[in-house]
């Protein structure tokens, strides 16, 4: 094969991935020595920075994963996210034991799979899941911002829509929400998400693998034995012996032993498995990285906590004179690791209440993650300096272009957006905080989450195979192949 | 501006993806290379990085050849023999 790389420009998007890197370098100095909670904000920043370099060198994309499987029978994706799904878990389990994390487990039931096929369908009709547009964004495509826009847009109309929506909540989900003591403020009668989170979602259980089998999970043998191997290594790889056997197979085999097609031993076929694993070398080297950046958020959040005494940023955001937006607890969102939708939703729903929309009178924004100005947000610079690391790799590769959106993508862009921010807002998290995340620390819901999202994709793959189809049919027509 | 597929010459097709993010150019060649006949060629035109892995996973998986590999500037050309 005849590879040809032409490169005219390359020190210009050289310079301009400098510059990215100097202006988050200046935001970060120039805020600390103003005042030092800044600090807290960089730290996200920063962590947000790798993210997006990892994610667009490993073209780390969830939606990608599942989608090229079902639609070219391309393994390589979902090999590479297991592979950092593990990495990421080992790292977790070593802050889970030091007693340091700042995961909580979600609750789990039905909700949790109904949520991921939403979540999943929309993400091959936008063509990228959450995280994945955000760093394609980084790359210049138009289509992935209008995607993002979507998501957040949809999520903040959401979580605050009442109305004739209050229609289709049970009866049970109304008493039980009613029930829960919850301040005047919060009307958590009035409003469908507020209903569905305070009087279904917050009376399932919540677990994780190592409490299940009755270990103590902040325990090395709880952490590791208990979340790692049983709650993480052990589906991980019988997901990856799935894929080996239907699509790897045929062709990783083919590498290891040639042309023989009689008498493949197991020991053939573990060769092969592990070739199919190497061969998303790129992917697993972003997943390595991600999963220690991820962990490692960890240990600074929880670190910057200890220091200042603080237990969430809504106190920081106090101390440097910003109380607006901040829940009727006085907190706001503060994951403490990696973590996209809940933030996408918080300014537009900042937007929305400077435009008089009263949306803080629901659980979401105003009784748990506030919506807090996205220029003093801690999640929100995550995000920026997501897209800003992605962009930086992207130009470092010549790899970025700006790319307006193409006008039959728009309506995949906005529809598929729109699904994946009602998944997200139903399964408490996107493909990283729903998923990613949540299986990396041994919380049950994350796979609940996971099992939903591929079956999701494979729906929407189905749907997408039949509309190519019919557009090729019409594109092709004058061929006549 | 639609997708594009254009017929150079005899066994020759072009197909133009550029602008369109994931799925569309790796299921397009698919479907492309699915139509024509064996030793034909197929160009691709595509500017979304991530397709290069995929549709380059793809041909190996499927015994169809890249022939050649062109990047420039975020725009990446293949050609590809159908196996």
Partial sequence: ?481 | MAIKFDKKSDGVYTLDCQGYVCPHPQIYTKKMLEKIHSGDVLEVMFDNPSSSESITDMCSGSGNEIIEKNVSDGKYLFTIKKG
């Fill in chain 1, 1 to 481: 094969m005849n590879e040809v790389a032409v490169s005219d420009g390359l020190i210009k998007k050289k310079l301009w991935a400098l510059g990215i890197v100097i202006l988050f370098a200046i935001i970060s100095i120039s805020t600390y020595a103003y005042n030092e909670y800044y600090i807290y904000l960089s730290a996200y920043l920063w962590f947000g920075f790798i993210y997006g370099m990892c994610l667009q060198y490993g073209r780390f994309c969830f939606a990608s994963a599942f989608r090229d499987l079902f639609a070219v029978g391309v393994p390589r994706m979902v090999v590479g996210i297991m592979i950092a799904v593990i990495l990421f878990a080992l790292v977790s389990a070593f802050v889970t034991a030091t007693g340091i994390s700042t995961f909580h487990s979600s609750p789990y039931g039905i909700h949790s799979v109904i949520a991921g096929f939403i979540f999943g369908i929309g993400m091959v009709f936008a063509g990228g899941c959450a995280s994945g547009s955000l760093y394609k964004t980084g790359e210049g495509s138009g289509t992935a911002l209008l995607v993002v826009l979507s998501i957040s847009v949809t999520q903040s109309s959401f979580v605050d829509i009442g109305g004739w929506m209050n229609k289709l909540v049970p009866a049970a989900w109304h008493e039980s929400a009613t029930a829960k003591g919850l301040p005047d403020r919060i009307t958590v009668g009035d409003g469908w998400i507020d209903q569905y989170l305070a009087g279904y979602v917050w009376d399932q259980p919540i677990t994780t693998f190592a409490e299940t089998l009755n270990f103590t999970k902040e325990t090395f043998f709880g952490a590791y034995v208990g979340n790692v191997l049983i709650g993480v290594f052990v589906p991980a790889v019988l997901l990856l012996a799935g894929v080996y056997l239907i699509w790897g197979k045929k062709r990783h085999i083919k590498e290891v032993i040639g042309e023989k097609i009689t008498g493949i031993s197991l020991r053939d076929n573990l060769a092969g498995f592990w070739q199919m694993i190497l061969s998303s070398k790129r992917t697993a080297i972003a997943g390595l990285i991600l999963g220690i950046a991820c962990g490692l958020q960890m240990f600074v959040i929880e670190g910057l906590r200890i220091k200042y005494g603080i237990r969430n940023a809504g106190e920081i955001l106090q101390r440097i004179g910003s109380d607006f937006g901040l829940s009727i607890r006085g907190t706001v969102f503060d994951p403490g690791y990696w973590y996209v939708t809940t933030q996408e939703a918080q300014w537009v729903g900042w937007v929305m209440q400077k435009l008089g929309w009263d949306n803080t009178d629901n659980i979401f924004f105003g009784y748990i993650n506030g919506i807090p100005n996205p220029a003093l947000n801690p999640a929100d610079w995550m995000s920026l300096a997501l897209i800003g690391g992605a962009a930086v790799m992207a130009l470092l590769n010549n790899e970025f272009k700006f790319k307006r959106p193409q006008r039959d993508l728009i309506k995949w862009a906005l529809i598929g957006g729109a699904l994946m921010g009602i998944g997200s807002r139903l399964g408490l998290g996107c493909n990283v905080g729903g998923f990613f995340v949540r299986v990396a620390n041994g919380d049950p819901a994350g796979w609940l989450f996971g099992l939903g999202m591929i079956g999701g994709a494979f729906i929407g793959v189905k749907f997408f195979n039949w509309w190519t189809e019919r557009q090729m049919a019409k594109e092709m027509a004058s061929l006549n192949i």
